[in-house]
Nanobody, 115 residues
Framework: QVQLVESGGGLVQPGGSLRLSCAAS????????MGWYRQAPGKQRESVAT???????YYADSVKGRFTVSRDNTKNTVYLQMNSLKPEDTAVYYC?????????WGQGTQVTVSS
């Protein structure tokens, strides 16, 4: 079993920054993809950014140039640095780990961008 624990959400003003963290524990397959998804009220969950264990990254067009995903394989932790935040970035952000044919999700952390 794999557990994912997110942290770092909160309330920030437009133009501000936040850094999310997600620590994985348990039986983690060494080759995996970790990433961040978000779900705003009334909308479907969408992919924000992902990173493979080899370091390849993917970003949604809406966050390119503003968000940076990174990981520390020694700590089984993935990060999401979010800069130049906009009100439309407001959502619950979920961490996901894909590996060994399985998907695992964190409990989610709220990010609210508002003045």
């Amino acid at each position: 079993q794999v557990q994912l624990v997110e942290s770092g959400g909160g309330l920030v003003q437009p133009g501000g920054s936040l850094r999310l963290s997600c620590a994985a524990s348990g039986s983690i397959f060494s080759i995996n993809t970790m990433g961040w998804y978000r779900q705003a009220p009334g909308k479907q969950r969408e992919s924000v950014a992902t990173i493979t264990s080899g370091g390849s990254t993917y970003y949604a067009d809406s966050v390119k140039g503003r968000f940076t995903v990174s990981r520390d394989n020694t700590k089984n932790t993935v990060y999401l640095q979010m800069n130049s935040l906009k009100p439309e970035d407001t959502a619950v952000y979920y961490c996901r780990l894909a590996g060994n044919g399985r998907l695992y999700w964190g409990q989610g952390t709220q990010v609210t961008v508002s003045s």
